[in-house]
Structure formats: C-alpha cells, structure tokens
C-alpha cells in the first residue's frame, strides 16, 4: 500500500477489472441485483469478513420507508445467505444508525442484536462512529453519532492485534514487580492493545469512539450516493480481523468504499448493489484506485479544526449586540 498526495495506489494486485460474476481467482467481484440472490453464487464460509451500512429508514432519497418490524423481515433471507457465506472464524462489522418516526428514534443496533443472536452470531464489541456534521434538529439534539457491531461466527476468529496497535501513552512505563523483569519496559514495542472506544483522529483508539469525518460535500471521497461510507471506518475492521489474500464482502456496496478500503491492503472483495449508477460510480473508483488517481482521506488523518481566521468560524457581527442593550 502506499499513498501520493492524498492518491490511493496498490502494489500487490495489479490492474485486473473488476468481474461482474463471483470468480475465486478475482480480486474485486460486483453483483448486480438483489443480495439475496446473488449471493446465491458465493460458495459456503468463502467470507472472511462481512461490514457493511445496510438502507435504514430515516428518509434518504435511496431508501423506501417501511415500517421497522417489516424492514427486518425483508432483510431475513439477505441475513441468512450472509451467515452462509460466512467463514466459521470469519467477523460481520453492521454498521447502523437510528430509525426515526415523529421524531421518536429507534436505535437500529438494539434491534439488531437479537437479529444476529438467534442466528448463532457472538457480539465482539458495539463501536460508537462519532462525526461532527450532520441534520440539524428542532425538536430533539442533533444526532452525530452511529454504531458498528462487530460479529463473530465462532470463538475462533481473526483478530489481528498487531495491525491495529497504537502508540501508548507511557512507552517509558517500566516493570515494578520484584523478579528478573523488574525495571524492564512493561509495554510492547509495537504500542498497546486497543481498548473498545477509538479515537481515530488522535491515533489513539482507546475507547469505542471513533471521530471519523462522515461523507459530506467537502469530503475528498464525495460521490452523489446520498449516504455514503468512509473508507476510513471500514480500514480498521479489514486490518484488524482479516489477513491479505482474504475475502471482503459488502451486500449493500453503494458506490464501492468497502471494495475499496480492502483492496488498499491487499484484500479481496465483493459488493452487491442494485443500483446500476452506483455500480458505474464503484468501478470507476477502483479504476482510478488501481491508476493511482481515487481521492482519499489518509487513515487516521486529524479531523480539520478551524483557525478562527475563516469567516465561517467567526461570530456574525449581527449576533455581537452588547449587553444591557438587548431588548
């Protein structure tokens, strides 16, 4: 993997195209139609890690609104090929945000926890996707946060522990029990093990927080998907709970940043999607991806701040009305 000038390339795979069937010896596959289909063709446990951001309700162009308890139905026999082509020490990442109805939420990942329990699946840890941009509410607080559930099939499963190592605060930090240790460094050279809350932006993924910018107008990665996902989010899972060489699958693959994210560290990957021009737009982006032209937001990257300096970060001169002169 390397990078030039926020430019994703890759070394390993090389340029084949992307195929429009499941071929064992390919390196990125896109299914057309309905997953629950498609998926058909994917032999049984292929898969080492399933992630995705599934259609959830909440009134975005692409998404029919459909009551919640038929909205899982209908995901069922999406949900039960997924299991399928699940490897027994494979990992499913569902990354969810909340339903809304009269602005009452419901938050997707409660209900989606006995979906996947009764289905055998073991709940690793529930991620928190923090982001600073989004709607603005009148009559509750503005929602800025979605969650990521991480799956196992089994007890036995990948877990990657020296590739998603971060730096630890006190490396300095030295054995104080009395024994042939003693004085020694107590940590790892490689940096500590990750706790359950992420803060991605300080490279210091601590806690089940992880402040990854969402995908907005000024994003580098910024297609017309109305909801798309970060390349970023999905790195961490790919690192983390696959090897090279492994299959990656999205069934709900949009515009291809699941595809992508694998592919940069020498994964394979496989998306369904129905849309046609989402399709068109996810092999363009691993076109340029393999010419070393897809715009990219660097993992880890900090989050902008602003200065002070821009006029959109300075108080409006209408709002400076002195005190005691307010009416």
Same mark, same amino acid.
């Given at each position: 993997?390397?990078?030039?000038?926020?430019?994703?390339?890759?070394?390993?795979?090389?340029?084949?195209?992307?195929?429009?069937?499941?071929? !064992?010896?390919?390196?990125?596959?896109?299914?057309?139609?309905?997953?629950?289909?498609?998926?058909?063709?994917?032999?049984?446990?292929?898969?080492?890690?399933?992630?995705?951001?599934?259609?959830?309700?909440?009134?975005?162009?692409?998404?029919?609104?459909?009551?919640?308890?038929? $909205?899982?139905?209908?995901?069922?026999?999406?949900?039960?090929?997924?299991?399928?082509?699940?490897?027994?020490?494979?990992?499913?990442?569902?990354?969810?945000?909340?339903?809304?109805?009269?602005?009452?939420?419901?938050?997707?990942?409660?209900? $989606?926890?006995?979906?996947?329990?009764?289905?055998?699946?073991?709940?690793?840890?529930?991620?928190?996707?923090?982001?600073?941009?989004?709607?603005?509410?009148?009559?509750?607080?503005?929602?800025?946060?979605?969650?990521?559930?991480?799956?196992?099939?089994?007890?036995?499963?990948?877990?990657?522990?020296?590739?998603?190592?971060? !730096?630890?605060?006190?490396?300095?930090?030295?054995?104080?029990? !009395?024994?042939?240790?003693?004085?020694?460094?107590?940590?790892?050279?490689?940096?500590?093990?990750?706790?359950?809350?992420?803060?991605?932006?300080?490279?210091?993924?601590?806690?089940?927080?992880?402040?990854?910018?969402?995908?907005?107008?000024?994003?580098?990665?910024?297609?017309?998907?109305?909801?798309?996902?970060?390349?970023?989010?999905?790195?961490?899972?790919?690192?983390?709970?696959?090897?090279?060489?492994?299959?990656?699958?999205?069934?709900?693959?949009?515009?291809?940043?699941?595809?992508?994210?694998?592919?940069?560290?020498?994964?394979?990957?496989?998306?369904?999607?129905?849309? /046609?021009?989402?399709?068109?737009?996810?092999?363009?982006?691993?076109?340029?991806?393999?010419?070393?032209?897809?715009?990219?937001?660097?993992?880890?990257?900090?989050?902008?701040?602003?200065?002070?300096?821009?006029?959109?970060?300075?108080?409006?001169?209408?709002?400076?009305?002195?005190?005691?002169?307010? /009416?």
């Amino acid at each position: 993997m390397s990078r030039t000038n926020g430019l994703a390339t890759m070394p390993l795979f090389g340029k084949a195209d992307t195929s429009n069937t499941f071929n !064992p010896e390919a390196t990125s596959v896109i299914l057309a139609g309905d997953s629950a289909e498609t998926l058909r063709s994917v032999p049984d446990g292929s898969i080492k890690l399933i992630i995705t951001s599934p259609p959830y309700n909440i009134g975005k162009a692409y998404e029919t609104a459909t009551h919640l308890t038929e $909205y899982l139905e209908n995901l069922s026999p999406i949900v039960d090929q997924l299991i399928r082509v699940l490897a027994k020490d494979g990992s499913l990442c569902w990354q969810v945000g909340n339903y809304v109805e009269e602005s009452e939420i419901f938050p997707l990942d409660i209900f $989606y926890y006995p979906f996947f329990k009764l289905r055998g699946l073991k709940l690793r840890n529930r991620i928190v996707w923090h982001f600073e941009h989004g709607l603005h509410c009148s009559k509750r607080f503005s929602g800025r946060y979605e969650v990521l559930l991480w799956f196992t099939k089994s007890d036995n499963y990948t877990f990657n522990l020296d590739g998603v190592r971060v !730096p630890s605060k006190y490396p300095g930090k030295t054995n104080y029990h !009395p024994g042939e240790n003693y004085g020694k460094p107590s940590g790892n050279p490689l940096g500590k093990n990750p706790a359950d809350i992420w803060k991605v932006v300080e490279k210091d993924w601590e806690t089940s927080l992880w402040c990854v910018p969402n995908v907005k107008a000024n994003h580098p990665e910024k297609t017309i998907h109305p909801c798309q996902f970060p390349i970023e989010i999905v790195e961490r899972c790919v690192l983390a709970l696959t090897s090279e060489n492994d299959w990656v699958l999205d069934p709900f693959s949009g515009v291809g940043s699941a595809i992508l994210a694998a592919l940069r560290h020498n994964r394979r990957a496989i998306g369904c999607e129905k849309e /046609q021009d989402y399709i068109s737009i996810a092999k363009q982006r691993i076109a340029d991806f393999r010419n070393g032209t897809l715009p990219y937001r660097p993992l880890g990257k900090p989050v902008h701040q602003p200065t002070g300096r821009e006029k959109v970060s300075q108080i409006p001169e209408e709002w400076l009305v002195p005190r005691g002169d307010s /009416q």
